[in-house]
């Protein structure tokens, strides 16, 4: 992967393009690479088969300028902490060598594939650094610079870290990451979904004194070589 | 003040250099201004007079490349929650129109003065954008990008809140935050002072992956045009 | 005052309006009795002058089906903590014998009054069924039945205290709720706030799976005579 | 099951009893229908073998107006999260088709099971509503209208969730939940937890100004058709 | 003061004995020294007049081998954070030297003098060892050992920091305990209180496991010569 | 094991000596027994042989007064909540009879082993008194005394627990614990290790009022049989 490159992880086929998929548009449209890791094929949902799904998130993956893999771990709503997806996981950012990684964030909310997920791919991110991992002896330890999770939904949003706020105001961000929420036309709720997010982003783009944010969580704190590169303070209304 | 100017506000003589010294000095090196408000002369300090300590401060601001002036409010140790003090304070920032404003942190700690300065400095920082305001109606309206805040000791770190960790590792930078610290003489346990914070700021640094950092905590969520502007995570050991 | 009735506080002429407007309307259009206190004519706003912003509350509360009345305490944006001031609140709750008081969210946020007003009214809440108290010897005790919370823009919402959301997406409702949004015509950016609450609502709406909802925070415990009573989870998505 | 009706969880034969006997009685008695599902035989318990417990088990369901089974996850202090277990736990309650469901709280505390079974039940409730789960084709699509923790002893309590007190003060919900805490026989200690349970109740109808009351913890916001539909607030002393 | 005293704050003439009376009994009946101060004369309660209560409160000091005096601040539900009245109390500490001072906790409760008075002497105990403060000249600096705070109520204790339990059983604690709250004989609802206090220590006893204890909530972190010296666990059930 | 005897568990060899090796030390010295049982070789480190590093805890567990063990769980970095691992920890827990049990903290921190084994370590010491476990019938039941946990590094630390701070100062108890961390010699890093924890205990002792302590999270309350016997109050500054 390019350097600089974004990967992001998604429990179901929609996760990413529902959950960050305004930033993902802002960062390739400026020049970043992405790619997506799908964990899933959304099998246990109401509608669409594995096979719509999947072609649903690769046309949607095309749209926001990132490329997509799906990645068989327990299948949909049956997601475990294992160690053994932890080292798939890794071994895909050694692979991919990404500078920022994005996943599904680790608190409890409507999909428990959300948290566990966030929680592995924590781990992960971690693993892939580490020197002696036999299972991982096939590509080099990697060490990335970021790792942001997002919310599918507000009842997954921490309410314990302050997110940064990314804007994603320009008209072709947010018309790019609508394309993609619509791709998924498999899903009967879609528009519903699609109506959703683009409120959430205009709330939070209130806060933030543009006119739509879209909100990450990061991991840890952030380091910055000089105050004077921090992002200015929301502080609206 | 010029475009991009630093505000900080201390309760006591040395706060700021003590809390946030190595901040500024890595600000001002690269050419931000700075200017201090400190809100007392220490009058209720073991050692040194009022006038020792004023020239302490002064000393140490220019070492930091500061300007410093010096507010009356209640007095040290003697700090409430007035609007009348806000008002003053708003009324600075307004005449020094900083982007950032610094302050000591809202957590309760081993100076009563710390906690409630960092309250009237974030109400007067809301007061200095209020239109109608007829006390301020000398000064034009002003609305800062960031406020954050410092803690003196580690007792005052925010627990709740994830810092910023600024990188302040060049040798110039700790040579003046040092210097700064050390023109604080009159108080007999300066070199402890001085022992600990860099102490800190060396532990900080091994988190952040750097020599020596500083935690700076933001007011409320900060606003980036773009994910790539964001600082790397601390992630380290 | 009416059995069953409500009283509101608001720090600034459109503060109830702007964050629980449209849960009175659904009260009063139900029967409720619904008084307004608002302590201050928000004389420190940029647009409107005392007179004009009075005469767009009293407009608010009369489509709103309350009656106002307008109480001196320090002034906008000069709100302290001082007990003469409770004093005052308890007896207006004395005197109006509410069964429910909503008042300003004591979280802080963009404007320094909200969080006070939220503690005034709830010690004020208290001194009303203390027995002794001279200055409220001209009214009897009286203990109201529930205290909440409303937060006038989402950074006063407490993130710790899990909000009761309730429905208010009867069209007959939002429109009353609009107009009375719509009468604080002086403030220019009234169009903006007015989007700002029907999409905090309708997200809310979104989790309560109703149309629009709108979230109160009690101050404590909740006691139901049964579990029957006990309104529905809010889950979705 | 009949509607409106609920739904407990228990990971040992004693643990709903002690937990939450008194708000079953309360709700049985006034017609509510009640179904324990209880997890293990408490085979690692000192007293008592598992025949008897169950039969305990029965008798004080029996007591409490419910219905109860008995369903083998891990057995007795060996529960894992297995998502084999939530399908278990989410087919019954596609089968049982309750209103309200109750579960030992997810907080860590002097029992291991009793998290964990919290958890498995949250996502059980959460995997009865997705349409696509081929384990669960057996029975139709099921929704709750709410899911509440119990807290089996004081340590279980969260401390971060406002919990609805439920009035327990009838003589006759009193009389049957003693009755059935003391069922459990066997448990040498029964004396002395039907005493803290009791004292616990006391305490709680203290705060709620009623002779005994009961505290459940929501799982999520609850939402309300009207503010007049909520409980009173716990205030007292 | 002799050696290792206690200097116990109150707001309210019983405020002491109803929170933390079992420990003072238990601590003067091994010998260590107690000194009350009542910063009111519960002028503001329904029944007992001022010199009612005071004498109950000198009678109830004696009961708990503890000697007493009188405060005037505000008087009773007038409590607000002045600077004049912390100096008060730090004066009270230089000149009672205690290694121990108790106060009413700093979470609001039902009282709003109670978390008024904890901040008030929380401060106090650090000003009475600043060296320069003019008003307390007629004294000695003094460092106390420790800061603990007890609830009135439960509804003031601390949720954020675990409490350490004392261990109150021996039958003469819990006498001079109940006679010392029943000295209080104006106030109408003593009996209720007395009852609810010794609920409260039976349910902390059982967690305890102990048959009475009692709970203190450290304002910082407690230091041991060596981990031998640190109590066991309160882990029971 | 003898009485008052101290049982540390790590995830790695150096988690101990690194994490709590000070305390350690300061207890041995005093005549406490200490055992420490290490769950994996580290085989998943950059450097070093299973063989060289089981060699070096032994050598460093010399060092600081303690015997060892290893335990094969799933091997560094593959550490899963298993019921039989903690049917494992249990049974040691029952033959070494310990009063005190340390732990690594169940903080998510830069190795996902940590939080893992201290949950793993909090269940078996529950499992460890529960008469009737099957797997575990060739041992005495065993109740521990206290159960603390340590962070090998700071962001282990929780922020929502009060740690106890014992003081390590005494010169041959730091002499104890820098040789034990320079016993890990094949760690390229341990100089910087060493260095790190030096720093932390110091900044730690610097709140103590002592050179050197060590902070210890405890699992629950502790109790004291008197109010004399909890240690002083960190205040310092």
Redesign the interface.
């Known amino acids: 992967m390019a350097e600089?490159s974004?990967l992001a992880f998604g429990a179901h086929p929609d996760d990413i393009e529902f959950g960050c998929g305004g930033?993902i548009a802002?960062?390739t449209q400026?020049g970043?690479k992405a790619h997506f890791v799908i964990c899933s094929k959304?099998?246990?949902?109401?509608?669409g088969t594995p096979d719509q799904r999947a072609n649903e998130s690769s046309e949607a993956a095309k749209i926001l300028g990132a490329t997509v893999e799906f990645l068989e771990l327990?299948g949909?709503?049956?997601?475990?902490?294992?160690?053994a997806h932890?080292i798939k996981l890794a071994e895909i950012i050694r692979r991919e060598k990404p500078s920022?990684v994005l996943a599904t964030s680790c608190v409890?909310n409507?999909?428990?594939d959300h948290a566990r997920l966030g929680q592995l791919v924590?781990?992960a991110a971690?693993?892939a650094r580490?020197?002696?991992?036999e299972e991982l002896k096939n590509y080099d330890v990697h060490?990335?610079?970021?790792?942001?999770y997002y919310a599918?939904?507000?009842?997954g949003e921490p309410?314990?870290?302050?997110?940064?706020?990314?804007?994603i105001s320009a008209s072709e961000v947010i018309a790019a990451w609508t394309s993609a929420m619509l791709a998924h036309g498999s899903q009967g709720a879609t528009r519903?979904?699609l109506d959703?997010q683009l409120?959430?982003a205009?709330?939070l783009g209130?806060?933030?004194?543009?006119e739509y944010?879209s909100?990450?969580y990061?991991?840890?704190?952030?380091?910055?070589?000089?105050?004077?590169?921090?992002?200015?303070?929301?502080?609206?209304?």
């Open positions: 600089n974004l930033v802002r960062e400026a970043r959304g099998e246990a949902g109401t509608n327990d949909d709503s049956h997601l475990e902490m294992r160690v932890k920022t409890e409507q999909h428990p924590r781990d971690r693993m580490y020197g002696g991992l060490e990335i610079e970021q790792l942001f599918v939904t507000p009842d309410t314990d870290v302050m997110p940064v706020l990314i804007d519903n979904y959703l409120t959430r205009k709330l209130a806060r933030a004194r543009v944010a909100a990450l990061p991991n840890e704190s952030l380091v910055f070589q000089s105050l004077s590169q921090v992002g200015r303070g929301a502080r609206n209304f």
